[in-house]
């Protein structure tokens, strides 16, 4: 009888409040797509799968701090599920650890802010959206009013919009909390306020995401009503790039649900490294442009005007201005892009492992070019 008395119990903490749900679920897992409803993301018609390498060209080993160990064991030591490096369009690298394998689905979290982004590209090139200097109240007029006018479709690219959101992930009253566990994503970000004004300066916000993706799907349903972010995702990249595994985008509740853009795709390391391929190759992929190269050029350079800042740019991370760049999650998830090398390496973990994980994809990035095997500096 207790124990039916806990489940109830639960049940209802679990279906009545986002505190509840933060309170039950928190912290953040890998885990996470199992919670939330979703939409499809298809595998391809024809998949297409990386050449395998002749032989394995990935490190051996790493110095890290002071400490030289194999690189494998680095790996596992530090919370790491899968970790892929692909050169010249081989994998050279593959491995995962406590119990994922190569179709296992794992929650992207951020690093969905840059597929939102690759598809505003594609639907500015659509001629859905005139440019990434319309008004964001020309998609949602509901946010007229308190200076929402002077907000662009930049401005939530950069992170320089003025947006009052807390990112803190330990609040289960603050922003973050309501949009991930919440179940009424639509009216929450309908109630965003702003803080400061446009173009002042940079600030990390999910809730630009949000924004840009619900303008986005604004934008599509007037080309196709009911057209849903998953379906454009599925049409633009899952498709074309030739995704293996099934895959899926989360939303805030079964019915008339809207993607979480800011957060939560769920794929395999191997298709989440397809959309570092395709910046890789400047949106060309296989012969096809999915994605403008004018795009892709602008989502990845250093720009410091208009309150941006050199590190992010078009919800992409800029770690070294050497023109590398990278999608990134919470937990350590991250696309990595080395262009001058060729190079992609996907690490998703369990936890971020309390490590420089862009310090280790650039030391890793130092094999390339060198004798295969050779020990990381």
């Known amino acids: 009888m207790r124990n039916t008395l806990l489940s109830s119990a639960l049940v209802l903490l679990l279906?009545?409040?986002?505190?509840?749900?933060?309170?039950?679920?928190?912290?953040?897992?890998?885990?996470?797509?199992?919670?939330?409803?979703?939409?499809?993301?298809?595998?391809?018609?024809?998949?297409?799968?990386?050449?395998?390498?002749?032989?394995?060209?990935?490190?051996?080993?790493?110095?890290?701090?002071?400490?030289?160990?194999?690189?494998d064991a680095f790996l596992e030591d530090h919370r790491t599920v899968a970790f892929l490096?692909?050169?010249?369009?081989?994998?050279?690298?593959?491995?995962?650890?406590?119990?994922?394998?190569?179709?296992?689905?794992?929650?992207?979290?951020?690093?969905?802010?840059?597929?939102?982004?690759?598809?505003?590209?594609?639907?500015?090139?659509?001629?859905?959206?005139?440019?990434?200097?319309?008004?964001?109240?020309?998609?949602?007029?509901?946010?007229?009013?308190?200076?929402?006018?002077?907000?662009?479709?930049?401005?939530?690219?950069?992170?320089?919009?003025?947006?009052?959101?807390?990112?803190?992930?330990?609040?289960?009253?603050?922003?973050?909390?309501?949009?991930?566990?919440g179940r009424r994503l639509r009216r929450t970000t309908m109630r965003f306020k702003l803080d400061k004004g446009p173009g002042e300066e940079f600030a990390y916000a999910s809730g630009n995401t949000q924004l840009l993706g619900m303008a986005l799907e604004r934008a599509l349903q007037k080309m196709r009503p009911g057209m849903?972010?998953?379906?454009?995702?599925?049409?633009?990249?899952?498709?074309?790039?030739?995704?293996?595994?099934?895959?899926?985008?989360?939303?805030?509740?079964?019915e008339g649900g809207v993607e979480k853009a800011f957060c939560c795709i769920n794929a395999p390391a191997r298709d989440f490294a397809k959309l570092g391929s395709l910046y890789l190759h400047r949106g060309l992929w296989r012969g096809q442009q999915l994605v403008p190269a004018e795009w892709v050029d602008r989502s990845t350079r250093v720009d410091t005007s208009n309150g941006s800042v050199a590190r992010y740019q078009y919800q992409w991370w800029l770690p070294s201005g050497d023109g590398d760049f990278m999608a990134q999650g919470i937990l350590g998830q991250f696309v990595y892009v080395d262009p001058a090398r060729e190079l992609v390496i996907v690490r998703l973990g369990k936890r971020y492992g309390g490590v420089s994980w862009p310090a280790i994809f650039r030391k890793v990035a130092l094999l390339y070019g060198t004798e295969p095997n050779r020990p990381v500096p």
């Not at 008004?135 to 946010?143: A, M, N, V």
């Not at 479709?153 to 909390?177: C, I, K, R």
């Not at 030739?242 to 939303?251: A, F, L, N, Q, V």
């Open 15 to 71: 279906s009545s409040c986002v505190a509840g749900r933060f309170l039950v679920w928190n912290f953040a897992d890998t885990k996470d797509h199992r919670k939330f409803p979703s939409r499809a993301l298809n595998v391809a018609v024809h998949p297409f799968s990386y050449a395998q390498a002749t032989s394995e060209k990935g490190p051996r080993t790493i110095t890290y701090g002071e400490r030289e160990q194999g690189f």
């Open 85 to 181: 490096v692909i050169h010249r369009d081989s994998l050279v690298y593959e491995r995962y650890f406590k119990g994922y394998d190569a179709s296992r689905l794992h929650t992207s979290f951020s690093m969905a802010k840059s597929v939102v982004s690759m598809l505003v590209g594609c639907a500015i090139a659509d001629g859905l959206i005139s440019g990434v200097d319309q008004p964001i109240t020309r998609l949602l007029p509901e946010l007229r009013g308190d200076g929402w006018e002077k907000v662009t479709l930049e401005h939530l690219l950069q992170m320089t919009s003025g947006l009052d959101f807390n990112e803190s992930y330990v609040n289960p009253f603050g922003a973050a909390a309501r949009s991930y566990y």
């Open 228 to 254: 849903t972010l998953t379906d454009y995702a599925n049409e633009k990249l899952w498709a074309p790039l030739g995704m293996e595994y099934p895959g899926s985008w989360s939303i805030d509740r079964r």
